[in-house]
């Protein structure tokens, strides 16, 4: 952190309707515990805010100047009638002592028993004794409180601080920029992600069955997380009274959630601390009811914070402010100060926008996380340094290994390939190999299968320059393999695939028929692999070796793709992160994109695949047809299973031939699918 926190001090307003009209204030300065009661009526102020309300809608750096001015006045008329002399007296005096004590000022709002005020926009309150809004004034943060604040001790958080952000742009609403939103809140925590202090998990064009799921049946990858970042649409249903986030559909339609429904969910996620809704209308609420809103139901039932935007916010407003207020945060300040520090910096580009996002607070104050530093690891000791010695030693000679392995195979005579990334590719659809001919009962899903091999090949990576050197233990153990010939699937395995195996369940988070299935394990890969089994009343099905898969994803290649070594030409090809379009932030139908040389598609990127073996780093002896790689006597797998190919997510680092990445075999994620073998009977 780069400077402790400035403490605050509350000044805390509680206002109640009378029975015979009007309303009661009591307020309190915390500093010296002076309180001040009065009583006040508020029918021509509510009739002001309902003249200006309409015209509130106006967005971005480009707002009437009339309309500033209306707010203006508007503010003015609050602050006068709220704030009765004696009143004002109260919070100058304490607002000057706050700040001569170096302290910032809380200005708490009570407004439980008054839900006809609680629907006015507070953030627009004007001091004319300080000739400013008192949302911009340094140090001070508008605080709303659903009921009595109180006292909870900050939650003890070992580094990471985990925030899941969660977008929603459903088809038949305004298009959002979620791919902008996404890139400023991860370039926000940059630094801090990459000193392991916050750590982001994106859950993108989020379904409401893929949010409940990972808040309430998490898997054992899956860690709990401590903010929530909504990002999409929402509003108020007024004949309902009840605020609604829209998430997207299985078709990419909306679907409405009501906020009772969230309640529920985020109850059950304990670790959760903050809730930042960046959607329209989230603080919106009724006049009637204190508690009808989103954030204000959710503050009151389940979570200790809530950020919400009272109307409509523009989508570049939103990002400037999640950009400023997680800056705050993550430099240890408290949710409210993190709140005001984004409103003041809004403030110099948007005129009217920094007023939209609201703080519900349930906490006597806003220090939610202490963040605690992961323990420094133990001292070096003789044997450690013995062990590093040893571990040098052994990368030396198996470096020498790798060599030899690859002097050996440019001796041999390679298996012959259609040259790769020679010609412009062409996309085709896929088509089967007559070797590899199905069952009726199974050649109707559509599934198509392409001979491969047999063949010999170099796997894993070659140590070209010094980027190469972190992929060692992992892929730098070149080795020689040798396969037999076999039938690999010509695309992943689709939802329709799997739905038509499986009886109707889709669990994908990226809804298509045509696109590949998605959120599926190695254990339900397998399940899926003996329901189709049992279709076709034989063993003919399983997932590809590790081996299998590199050999046909390089097609005769030992570049870093199957086209040569050049990434710029990965959009061709493969559905990976900055090498798409606008709208490949998810995966694609399959076969959208050309075909390797030997006839198989999306080998890079849309989903990672599940292959059969076990996690381990490779050995340099030479193989054939590995079921489970060659492994080296000190490596351990703990469990984990292999994933390849990198995903929609991925950069073009990880969508290589011989990039590896591993998982339990448990481990549930919407970037996560696979394709299949089918096993030939006289290979």
């Known amino acids: 952190m780069s400077s402790a926190p400035k403490p605050f001090v ?169 791919e902008q939103e996404r890139r400023r809140i991860e370039e926000a925590f940059a630094d801090l992600v990459r000193t392991r202090r916050v750590a982001l998990e994106v859950l993108s064009h989020a379904t409401w069955p893929s949010l409940r799921r990972r808040l309430t049946e998490p898997t054992g990858q899956e860690l709990p997380c401590h903010v929530l970042h909504f990002i999409g649409h929402g509003g108020f249903d007024g004949e309902r009274q009840t605020g609604v986030l829209l998430f997207e559909s299985e078709t990419g339609s909306s679907e409405l959630v009501a906020g009772w429904m969230l309640e529920d969910v985020v109850r059950r996620h304990q670790s959760l601390r903050v809730l930042v809704l960046n959607s329209c209308y989230g603080a919106a609420g009724s006049a009637q009811d204190a508690f009808s809103g989103l954030a204000q139901g959710l503050t009151y039932h389940s979570i200790q914070a809530v950020v919400a935007m009272q109307l409509r916010i523009s989508d570049m407003a939103a990002i400037e402010f999640s950009r400023w207020f997680y800056g705050a945060l993550a430099t240890g300040a408290p949710v409210d100060a993190a709140v005001a520090e984004a409103r003041g910096r809004l403030r110099d580009g948007f005129q009217l926008e920094w007023g939209m996002p609201v703080l519900f607070l349930r906490s006597a104050d806003g220090d939610l996380f202490k963040l605690e530093a992961r323990r420094p690891p133990p001292p070096e000791t003789p044997a450690s340094r013995l062990w590093l010695i040893l571990a040098a030693v052994l990368v030396v000679v198996l470096l020498g290994a790798g060599a030899l392995a690859v002097w050996r195979y440019e001796r041999q005579t390679a298996q012959p390939a259609p040259p790769a990334g020679s010609a412009q590719p062409t996309r085709t659809a896929p088509t089967s190999s007559p070797e590899c001919r199905l069952p009726q009962s199974i050649d109707r899903l559509g599934m198509r299968f392409r001979r491969i091999g047999p063949g010999t090949f170099l796997m894993g990576t070659q140590l070209t320059t010094l980027d190469d050197i972190h992929r060692y233990l992992d892929e730098g153990m070149v080795h020689e393999v040798t396969l037999s010939p076999y039938c690999l699937q010509a695309t992943e395995v689709t939802q329709a695939q799997w739905s038509a195996v499986m009886g109707g369940h889709n669990p994908s988070h990226n809804p298509g028929a045509d696109r590949p299935v998605d959120s599926v394990s190695w254990i339900d890969a397998n399940r899926f692999i003996d329901a189709l089994d049992d279709l076709a009343h034989a063993k003919l099905f399983r997932l590809p070796t590790e081996a299998e898969w590199e050999f046909a994803a390089r097609a005769g290649s030992q570049g870093r793709y199957s086209f040569g070594d050049d990434p710029g030409k990965l959009d061709e090809y493969g559905n990976c992160r900055g090498h798409g379009r606008q709208d490949r932030w998810r995966t694609l139908a399959v076969a959208s994109l050309a075909p390797n040389p030997w006839g198989l598609f999306d080998m890079y990127g849309n989903v990672e695949e599940w292959v059969e073996d076990l996690y381990n780093f490779y050995s340099p002896l030479a193989v054939r047809d590995p079921h489970n790689n060659p492994s080296l006597p000190l490596s351990m797998s703990f469990g984990d299973r292999v994933l390849r190919g990198g995903s929609w997510d991925n950069e073009a680092a990880r969508c290589r031939s011989a990039n590896r990445d591993h998982a339990q075999a448990a481990y549930v994620n919407e970037r996560v699918g696979f394709r299949l073998v089918r096993i030939l009977e006289n290979p």
């Open 10 to 178: 509350d000044f805390e307003i509680l206002i109640e309707q009378r029975e015979l009209g009007g309303y009661h204030l009591r307020a309190t300065c915390r500093l010296w515990e002076t309180t001040v009661k009065a009583d006040f009526a508020a029918e021509s102020l509510i009739a002001d805010f309902e003249r200006v309300r309409p015209h509130l809608t106006e967005q971005g750096r480009d707002v009437r100047l009339s309309l500033v001015v209306d707010l203006e006045t508007f503010g003015k008329r609050l602050f006068a009638t709220v704030f009765g002399p004696a009143l004002q007296i109260c919070w100058g005096r304490c607002l000057d002592q706050a700040h001569q004590a170096g302290k910032g000022l809380r200005l708490k709002l009570l407004l439980t028993d008054a839900p006809a005020l609680a629907v006015l926009p507070w953030e627009y309150l004007y001091d004319s004794m300080q000739r400013q809004f008192v949302g911009l004034l340094p140090d001070v943060a508008i605080v709303r409180y659903p009921e009595t604040p109180k006292h909870l001790d900050a939650a003890v958080v070992e580094e990471p601080l985990r925030i899941l952000v969660v977008m929603a742009s459903p088809a038949d609403q305004h298009r959002l920029d979620l």
